[in-house]
């Protein structure tokens, strides 16, 4: 809690929890359709930014990372995996919720291949 309402001032302020239950919701949804995909991921990461711009408005920038492990389809699994990154913010639900209310949510990820 804020100390001008009588709080420590400590802790997490509102829009980072916001922020990171986007974040969270985006990441599972995103694993479970690779997974339903049956994507060969072999590594999978993501940093989420926010910023609160003049007029007062959240935005939210997801930049997953996918490494997918080689395979006899990957170039079929890295364009399906571009696609899920996208198609994963859509299918989250508290994105969706978000979007509604007035909060821009963008997806700028990226698909490699393992080393």
Do not use: W
């Amino acid at each position: 809690m804020p100390v001008l309402k009588g709080g420590s001032g400590e802790g997490v302020e509102p829009k980072q929890l916001l922020m990171s239950s986007a974040a969270a919701c985006y990441l599972m949804t995103l694993v479970y359709m690779l997974d339903q995909s049956r994507i060969p991921v072999f590594e999978l990461s993501m940093v989420t930014e926010g910023e609160t711009n003049p007029d007062g408005h959240l935005t939210i920038i997801h930049r997953p990372h996918i490494i997918l492990k080689n395979s006899e389809s990957t170039s079929q699994n890295k364009v399906m995996a571009e696609t899920l990154q996208q198609s994963a913010e859509e299918n989250c639900q508290i994105g969706q919720l978000l979007t509604k209310s007035d909060v821009q949510i963008t997806v700028e990820g990226y698909v490699s291949l393992e080393p």
